[in-house]
């Protein structure tokens, strides 16, 4: 088997986004409530974030909340909301020691108060870390942000600021949240569903994309060191032939 000794350091994919999913399959599957697939899936969180930092890996997004997930029962998104400032307040020692940034996406309006504080505050703490930068879609969803983009661009032509020569495809990337990031060059989703459920349409165009069966919470270095031994494997053509890149 592959190992992380194999991965070649200087064909490292600069940026991954993952849709974390799984968690209740994962609680189910032990008797438990779906609240308990979501605490042990914390852990998963350390390992890849660490996992990543280690590599050299810059950019690391994760999806933690969609739009569609405020259409789940309250006792859950309560139960999230509150893991997700307990972990927020417990990990920044983690994001310190690893010199990872933290920086959260979405529709942070929506997120409750105490949430919307500790957030602020980690991205505040760690600003000037520099080794990776991690981004938290939080109340994320990728038509949510184009709709946004398209509103913003819609106004200033309005307002006379720009022309309609000027949309263009650097414009409309320039004005998505996601505009500091490159694009990721790998997706990954865990617990077997082939789907993209509204994360980063615009930024995965040519992303390379990896589905594993591994429910989020079993997620560990190892399974994140497999998906870039893939990754470094495929040839990413963007239209072109394969003689062309001989
Ligand atoms: C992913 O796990 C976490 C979130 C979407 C918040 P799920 O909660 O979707 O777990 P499954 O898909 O029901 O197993
Ligand atoms: C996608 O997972 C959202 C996150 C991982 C945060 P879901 O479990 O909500 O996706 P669908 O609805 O099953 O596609
Ligand atoms: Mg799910």
Redesign the pocket.
């Known amino acids: 088997m592959k190992t992380k000794e194999d991965i070649n350091l200087g064909h490292l994919p600069q940026h991954i986004a993952i849709i974390?999913?799984?968690?209740?399959?994962?609680?189910?599957e032990k008797g438990k409530f779906?609240i308990f697939?979501?605490k042990n899936?914390v852990k998963a969180v350390r390992e890849v974030s660490e996992g990543c930092a280690e590599l050299g890996v810059k950019y690391l997004t994760l999806?933690?909340?969609?739009t569609e997930?405020w259409n789940?029962p309250k006792v859950?998104i309560n139960a999230?909301m509150a893991l997700l400032v307990k972990t927020i307040k417990k990990e920044t020692s983690t994001l310190m020691k690893n010199g990872i940034r933290l920086e959260a996406i979405g529709d942070k309006k929506t997120l409750p108060e105490d949430c919307r504080n500790e957030l602020k505050e980690a991205i505040e703490l760690t600003k000037e870390n520099t080794k990776m930068t991690l981004i938290l879609a939080l109340s994320y969803s990728a038509k949510w942000d184009i709709v946004n983009a398209t509103r913003d661009i819609v106004k200033r032509a309005i307002d006379g600021k720009i022309a309609l020569k000027d949309v263009n495809e650097n414009l409309i990337n320039n004005t998505l949240t996601t505009h500091k990031y490159p694009h990721p060059e790998l997706m990954i989703r865990t617990?077997g569903?082939y789907r993209i459920s509204n994360f980063l349409l615009w930024e995965i165009a040519y992303s390379e994309l990896y589905f594993t069966n591994v429910?989020?919470p079993d997620y560990r270095k190892e399974d994140l060191h497999e998906a870039i031994l893939d990754y470094q494997k495929r040839e990413r053509r963007f239209g072109k032939t394969s003689e062309q890149f001989i």
């Open positions: 974390m999913d799984g968690n209740g399959r994962w609680a189910k779906r697939g979501h899936g999806y933690a909340f969609s997930n789940r859950e999230l617990s569903e429910l989020w």
